[in-house]
């Protein structure tokens, strides 16, 4: 088992709607969570961290379910802007700090 | 702030031919990392550094595969001979660590390389 899973999608969303995905991993001890985004041929780049309370930036949301241990992201208002793949990033434990561990990525297409 | 370098940003190489990855991280960071991104395997963490100084290798693929950092400011990654498996995109990243946080953590660009 990998220790993040994404769905691969894509998922195709029409501009101004919304989207939400999750991200599943499989070591309890993590301790940091991430979004980063990653266009086409271009290098990921941090979207948000992900708190335990939660938190919003704009019109993303991250959320933690340390129980079920995913983490998602929901996008609102959908902009063409926003076609991308979304990478889950999870630091495993404090004694490897600095490690960060990649989900294949979600692919997010948004369509006029 | 120019950012992580890496270079060449391409590559085509043939097979069995050594070939040498570069980066230079952004100053003042402390930490650099090597990453390899396929189709098939995302994105794998090779080699990183903490104060120029190799702190975990365990991703690296096979003896093949080098990382130095003779300095704060330059890393390579060396792979010798090399294969067409080892086709695919080589991202250098850097960061300081400021009291644990995972923020600052900035990509260079990336090197394509195409082994033949």
């Known amino acids: 088992r990998k220790e993040v899973e994404q769905d691969p999608g894509p998922f195709n969303v029409p501009e101004g709607a919304t989207v939400a995905f999750n991200c599943t991993y499989s070591?309890?001890?993590?301790?940091?969570f991430f979004w980063y985004r990653q266009d086409c041929r271009k290098e990921p780049k941090l979207l948000m961290s992900?708190?335990?309370s939660g938190n919003e930036d704009g019109r993303f949301t991250a959320q933690l379910n340390r129980a079920s241990q995913y983490i998602s992201l929901l996008i609102r208002d959908s902009k063409l802007s926003d076609s991308a793949t979304y990478l889950c990033?999870?630091?495993?434990?404090?004694?490897?700090?600095?490690?960060?561990?990649f989900g294949a990525g979600t692919q997010v297409v948004v369509t006029p | 702030d120019a950012g992580v370098i890496q270079s060449p940003r391409h590559e085509v190489t043939e097979m069995g031919q050594e070939v040498t990855l570069r980066c230079k991280p952004i100053?003042?960071?402390?930490?650099l990392f090597w990453y390899r991104q396929t189709m098939m395997r995302g994105l794998e963490l090779l080699i990183y550094?903490?104060?120029?100084?190799?702190?975990?290798d365990s991703g690296m693929p096979e003896d093949r595969f080098s990382a130095k950092m003779p300095n704060a400011s330059f890393s390579t990654l060396k792979i010798q001979p090399s294969e067409p498996r080892d086709s695919a995109v080589y991202f250098c990243?850097?960061?300081?660590?400021?009291?644990?946080?995972?923020?600052?953590?900035?990509f260079g660009s990336g090197t394509r390389l195409t082994v033949v």
């Open positions: 990243a850097s960061k300081r660590r400021t009291g644990g946080s995972n923020y600052g953590y900035t």
């Open positions: 070591n309890s001890a993590s301790q940091s």
């Open positions: 992900v708190y335990s």
């Open positions: 990033v999870v630091t495993p434990t404090t004694d490897s700090w600095g490690k960060l561990q």
């Open positions: 100053s003042g960071h402390d930490y």
């Open positions: 550094f903490n104060n120029n100084v190799p702190i975990d």
